[in-house]
């Protein structure tokens, strides 16, 4: 890796691991379909520039139902959820019950068949389930979570992972730019309707528009373009290894903004981060039988 992809690593890192506690500073003000909803306009803004000044292809039309579904389970349920979520439970705990979708995207893949289960496996998603288990406990008994929010979190994350398991079926070889600015297009226009027919929006604040501005633009739009640019120059391993730092920033942010860290949910970060290396690390290269032992 280069400097140039250490520091866009490093920077998409922070962009999302903030997005947990902008999103809880946006919910001060916006009901939880409304954050998704400016979420994703803003976000879609950037793409869409980005879209015009690269002249990066759209997907093409034929492909509307995988493209509503990926939306859909991407954006329009998660971003909702998590704003829906954390109104009960700190940011810093969001951001840890967010490392489960990796141990939901392999479940899903085991159930599809898509994936070969082994024991380094089986123990990294025992592990990882472990780790927010003892997030979540420590959140619940320090009055830093509600069971009730904890379950929302955990359907926006089986939701990332369904999305994803979607995607990798029905829309692989697509120009990733186009296929964002669509993702974030389509979750506007679904979200629209919804969030004009239900609560309307608090006075604002300049906190909370602010937040769900630079969640939208930073937090959505230019870490996309960010995560594609990395695809483009290193190994997806290489970049899903972002996935280990959110919780991280997510208890960095938290505590920064005043929120309680317990030590129940650092034990967890590093439990969580354990069993997802444990998932990630190569298969053993099996012996060819009849080969020539050194020495011999």
Same mark, same amino acid.
């Given at each position: 890796?280069?400097?140039?992809?250490?520091?866009?690593?490093?920077?998409?890192?922070?962009?999302?691991? %903030?997005?947990?506690?902008?999103?809880?500073?946006?919910?001060?003000?916006? #009901?939880?379909?409304?954050?998704?909803?400016?979420?994703?306009?803003?976000?879609?803004?950037?793409?869409?520039?980005?879209?015009?000044?690269?002249?990066?292809?759209?997907? &093409?039309?034929?492909?509307?139902?995988?493209?509503?579904?990926?939306? @859909?389970?991407?954006?329009?349920? &998660?971003?909702?959820?998590?704003?829906? +979520?954390?109104?009960?439970?700190?940011?810093?705990?969001?951001?840890?019950?967010?490392?489960?979708?990796p141990l939901f995207a392999l479940l899903i893949g085991l159930t599809l068949r898509d994936t070969r289960l082994s024991g380094l496996t089986l123990g990294g998603v025992l592990l990882g389930m472990g780790g927010v288990a003892l997030t979540v406990s420590g959140g619940l008994g320090g009055g830093h979570a509600t069971l009730h929010g904890v379950v929302i979190l955990l359907l926006a994350s089986l939701g990332y992972a369904v999305a994803t398991t979607i995607a990798k079926r029905t829309l692989g070889g697509l120009n990733p730019v186009g296929l964002a600015t669509t993702q974030l297009g389509l979750s506007s226009v679904i979200l629209l309707p919804v969030a004009l027919i239900g609560p309307a929006p608090a006075p604002l604040t300049v906190t909370a528009l602010g937040a769900v501005a630079f969640l939208g633009v930073v937090g959505s739009g230019l870490a996309y373009l960010l995560y594609y640019g990395l695809l483009a120059r290193v190994s997806p391993t290489q970049v899903t290894a972002v996935t280990y730092a959110l919780p991280v920033w997510g208890l960095g942010w938290g505590a920064l903004? +005043?929120? #309680?860290?317990?030590? @129940?949910?650092? @034990?967890?970060?590093?439990? %969580?981060?354990?069993? @997802? +290396?444990?998932?990630?690390? &190569? &298969?053993?290269?099996? #012996?060819?039988?009849?080969?020539?032992?050194?020495?011999?």
């Amino acid at each position: 890796m280069t400097r140039r992809d250490a520091l866009d690593m490093f920077l998409l890192s922070a962009f999302w691991g %903030v997005s947990f506690l902008l999103i809880r500073l946006s919910g001060e003000v916006f #009901p939880p379909v409304w954050v998704a909803l400016l979420r994703s306009v803003f976000g879609a803004a950037v793409l869409l520039v980005a879209l015009r000044l690269g002249r990066h292809s759209l997907p &093409p039309a034929r492909l509307w139902k995988p493209l509503l579904l990926v939306a @859909l389970f991407n954006n329009v349920i &998660p971003w909702s959820f998590f704003a829906w +979520g954390e109104q009960t439970v700190s940011s810093n705990i969001a951001a840890i019950i967010n490392a489960t979708t990796p141990l939901f995207a392999l479940l899903i893949g085991l159930t599809l068949r898509d994936t070969r289960l082994s024991g380094l496996t089986l123990g990294g998603v025992l592990l990882g389930m472990g780790g927010v288990a003892l997030t979540v406990s420590g959140g619940l008994g320090g009055g830093h979570a509600t069971l009730h929010g904890v379950v929302i979190l955990l359907l926006a994350s089986l939701g990332y992972a369904v999305a994803t398991t979607i995607a990798k079926r029905t829309l692989g070889g697509l120009n990733p730019v186009g296929l964002a600015t669509t993702q974030l297009g389509l979750s506007s226009v679904i979200l629209l309707p919804v969030a004009l027919i239900g609560p309307a929006p608090a006075p604002l604040t300049v906190t909370a528009l602010g937040a769900v501005a630079f969640l939208g633009v930073v937090g959505s739009g230019l870490a996309y373009l960010l995560y594609y640019g990395l695809l483009a120059r290193v190994s997806p391993t290489q970049v899903t290894a972002v996935t280990y730092a959110l919780p991280v920033w997510g208890l960095g942010w938290g505590a920064l903004a +005043g929120e #309680p860290v317990g030590a @129940l949910s650092v @034990l967890g970060v590093l439990v %969580v981060l354990a069993g @997802l +290396g444990l998932i990630n690390l &190569p &298969p053993r290269a099996k #012996p060819v039988q009849g080969a020539v032992k050194p020495g011999a």
